[in-house]
């Protein structure tokens, strides 16, 4: 499979890494809107081709996916022209700026019958599967709490911080915890109650979210852009808790359970090794079109949809509008 990554940035940098990794899969193609820089990023990463704008990679027969690697307020447009061009796409995420284009992004997808992925990596994760076996297996009880946190130091970062590229906490970072309580609990949302503190451009920098669900569970999110947190997740149950060490790129897991008499016993779970932890999507890509699929089992469209929805509906509380949808809040 021949991949074309459109975008030059530093997370087009880590997904030609995993792609070297890969068998039968080739860095076959990189675009940007400088031609130096796509020749650059070409020798540095051993990619076969060099294109100086995005719509000359989209025209190569040759190319099998393309990896948008654009800021949100890009991934829309440049998906749908890769889906026109009749390229099969993997989205980096947030997939879109709002619910509404995303719906648009998956309609031309079905109609092109091509493969329409979110790169949403922590979806595609072993991981994943890991946490689900110990929750079915009964071993800590009833679920009834989430909670997780994500937070670097990137708010200097304009990407970030520029409303004009859909930047913030909510698109970045916040769609991780969102997905980390998704994969635990589903979907079947009470209400949100939502805060942030606005950076000086009046994005989100930081993020508080507290997620009520119709069975009465509980979820309790928080991202920041200013520190470094722990990164932590944590699944409580009535006999016990999992911790999950990174919601981001899950590291270790570790689950206490509790006996009738109250003792603990503690045990930890090895997460597998990786080459950089993206492999999991481009080969569940590979694997999607090889069998004639529009979409991965990992992440379907309706999960990306619902997210999406999610988002939407926190931002609406936080009174956050892009410049790419209409007037931003002033502040």
Not at 13 to 29: C, P, Q, R
Not at 145 to 170: E, K
Not at 290 to 319: F, N, V, W
Request: proline share 2%; with cysteine.
């Amino acid at each position: 499979m021949k991949v074309g990554i459109l975008g030059a940035g530093g997370i087009a940098v880590k997904m030609a890494e995993t792609i070297s990794y890969l068998k039968d899969v080739e860095n076959y193609a990189i675009a940007s809107r400088s031609l130096e820089k796509a020749k650059q990023f070409a020798a540095s990463n051993h990619i076969a081709k060099a294109y100086g704008s995005y719509e000359e990679l989209l025209e190569d027969e040759k190319v099998d996916l393309v990896y948008i690697a654009l800021p949100h307020s890009h991934h829309y447009e440049w998906t749908i022209k890769a889906l026109n061009a009749g390229r099969n796409v993997l989205c980096e995420k947030a997939f879109a700026v709002n619910t509404s284009q995303a719906e648009e992004m998956i309609r031309v997808a079905k109609e092109k019958n091509l493969l329409l992925a979110e790169a949403i990596w922590t979806r595609y994760m072993p991981a994943r599967k890991l946490i689900d076996e110990i929750i079915s297996s009964g071993e800590i009880g009833e679920l009834k709490t989430v909670s997780a946190n994500l937070g670097y130091r990137i708010s200097g970062n304009d990407r970030l911080t520029n409303p004009a590229l859909a930047g913030g906490c909510l698109l970045d970072l916040t769609v991780y915890p969102l997905n980390f309580a998704s994969m635990v609990w589903g979907d079947d949302i009470k209400r949100f109650v939502s805060s942030c503190v606005y950076t000086d451009t009046g994005v989100d920098g930081q993020d508080t979210v507290m997620v009520e669900y119709n069975d009465g569970r509980m979820a309790s999110l928080f991202t920041t852009m200013y520190e470094l947190t722990d990164r932590k997740g944590m699944i409580y149950g009535t006999k016990g808790w999992i911790e999950v060490r990174n919601i981001n790129n899950p590291e270790g897991i570790k689950v206490c359970s509790f006996d009738e008499k109250g003792k603990a016993s503690i045990r930890i779970v090895e997460v597998p090794s990786q080459y950089t932890g993206y492999e999991y999507e481009v080969l569940a890509c590979k694997k999607a079109i090889e069998e004639g699929h529009i979409e991965c089992k990992e992440m379907p469209h309706s999960e990306t949809i619902e997210i999406m929805r999610q988002m939407d509906e926190i931002r609406r509380q936080l009174g956050i509008v892009y410049p790419i949808e209409g007037k931003l809040k002033q502040l």
